[in-house]
């Protein structure tokens, strides 16, 4: 089966930095993408991983481990407008054809 | 060059009715994804299409539900006699051949009365 688990919440303070672990468990692995998602919104790329190790764009990195099936996003500098659902999503399936995607964490970033 | 486009965003419906949720994806991509939205849960896949092509429909229900992408104009979900529980929003989202990332649009909303 497909299974994807991420926290539920997650409360940080603006300028702090917080990491969000995503672990995977899917048939067939053709990469893991991270989505910003804010409320009433549409969900936004923030990053992507298919090989493992660490990739950084900016204040976000995002890191992968294909042998354990995890992954995590890490914010640095945590601004308000960084409060948002945190999507972690798999492209699974024998020939990549479909994404699954975990139930979001919700960050709350606190003045 | 203009995003995924939805329409319409917001659609309400009585039970028994049917629903056409139009995606339009970026210019030049040839790929398009159908997601669900319930409220407080994450995105659950529904259908992949590609040109005239149905590639994935693992996730769609078994009735009711149907989805196309045709040579020309844009891809369709229809649900037919709607019920309460399909209240959701569905998104669509877009990739060009070879690409993994996906551009979501900005989802349409129903609400089933």
């Known amino acids: 089966g497909q299974n994807i688990d991420q926290p539920t919440e997650m409360t940080a303070t603006e300028g702090a930095i917080v990491q969000i672990n995503c672990t995977y468990q899917t048939s067939g692995f053709n990469g893991l993408f991270w989505y910003q998602q804010h409320a009433g919104e549409a969900p936004t790329f923030l990053s992507y991983?298919?090989?493992?190790g660490l990739e950084e764009k900016g204040r976000f990195s995002s890191f992968l481990s294909r042998s354990k099936g995890y992954s995590y996003l890490l914010l640095k500098e945590l601004q308000m407008k960084d409060s948002a659902s945190y999507l972690c999503a798999v492209r699974a399936g024998n020939y990549g054809q479909n994404f699954v995607f975990g139930p979001g964490t919700r960050l709350s970033v606190l003045p | 060059n203009a995003g995924v486009m939805q329409n319409p965003r917001h659609l309400v419906r009585r039970r028994g009715q049917e629903a056409r949720l139009r995606c339009s994806p970026m210019?030049?991509?040839?790929?398009v994804y159908w997601y669900r939205q319930l409220p407080e849960e994450g995105l659950k896949f529904m259908v992949y299409l590609q040109k005239e092509n149905i590639i994935d429909e693992s996730g769609m229900p078994k009735e009711r539900f149907s989805a196309e992408f045709p040579k020309e104009g844009p891809s369709i979900l229809r649900i037919q006699q709607v019920v309460r529980g399909d209240s959701a929003a569905y998104f669509c989202?877009?990739?060009?051949?070879?690409?993994?990332?996906?551009?979501f649009g900005p989802g349409t909303r129903l609400t089933v009365t």
């Open positions: 989202a877009s990739s060009p051949p070879g690409q993994s990332e996906q551009y």
């Open positions: 991983n298919v090989l493992d």
């Open positions: 210019k030049g991509h040839s790929h």
